[in-house]
């Protein structure tokens, strides 16, 4: 069976500080992957999918930054960290194209 | 472009009562339906889905979703709360065939109450 992975679960950085967070997923070859920001508890906002080694969308322009360097990896990371960074990160996967997307168990992101 | 709407941000509903929690979505084409939920501090997880065939859908933990194309609706039901099922819950469309991404609705708070 598949499984999704995340770490750190939880993460208290300095402004200016850089970030690595980082999903792996087991069970499944070549998935499409997605980072999602969660603010408040509430909606999920879209980062990026990779839809293979290397490929990477970026839906929103910010401060953040993906890479996939392999076929079930995926890294989020920022050179320097800002207040408005903080937040909880869901990782997910999906096979394209009826299935549902799996979710990770997210990290909490709290920049200082 | 794709988009979802939640009605209600929070639904409060006495154990033992019906439970609804209200979804509606626009596509250009046809829609994949999904309904997720999020107990605090957790990632997502799955409940059903509505690709194509039988407009009333059956998933996880008694939950059940009826598509209504007309009314572009994808109302998520269970005849009998449980406090268990206070959660938050998420509404998600894809474009069939040709969309890669999801788009969640901004999700509704679900409060069963003893």
């Known amino acids: 069976s598949q499984t999704i992975h995340q770490w750190p679960a939880t993460l208290v950085q300095p402004v200016g500080s850089p970030l690595s967070l980082e999903c792996t997923v087991e069970g499944t070859s070549n998935p499409n992957l997605y980072w999602y920001r969660q603010a408040a508890g509430r909606g999920l906002q879209l980062l990026f999918y990779s839809v293979g080694i290397g490929q990477i969308s970026s839906e929103v322009p910010q401060n953040l930054s993906a890479s996939r360097p392999q076929d079930r990896q995926f890294i989020l990371s920022s050179k320097k960290l800002l207040l408005s960074d903080s937040g909880f990160f869901l990782c997910?996967?999906?096979?394209?194209?009826?299935?549902?997307?799996?979710f990770g168990p997210g990290t909490r992101l709290t920049v200082l | 472009a794709q988009s979802v709407a939640q009605p209600e941000d929070q639904v409060n509903v006495a154990e033992g009562n019906p439970l609804t929690v209200k979804c509606t979505y626009s596509?250009?084409?046809?829609?994949?339906l999904f309904w997720y939920v999020q107990y605090p501090n957790r990632g997502l997880q799955f409940l059903l889905k509505y690709i194509t065939g039988d407009n009333l859908v059956k998933g996880s933990y008694g939950f059940e979703a009826e598509f209504n194309k007309s009314q572009t609706s994808f109302h998520l039901k269970k005849p009998s709360a449980l406090v268990s099922d206070s959660a938050l819950y998420f509404c998600?469309?894809?474009?069939?065939?040709?969309?890669?991404?999801?788009?969640f609705g901004p999700g509704t708070r679900l409060s069963v109450l003893p």
């Open positions: 596509v250009s084409g046809n829609p994949y």
């Open positions: 997910a996967w999906g096979e394209l194209p009826y299935n549902e997307q799996f």
């Open positions: 998600a469309v894809r474009e069939g065939n040709y969309g890669q991404n999801f788009v």
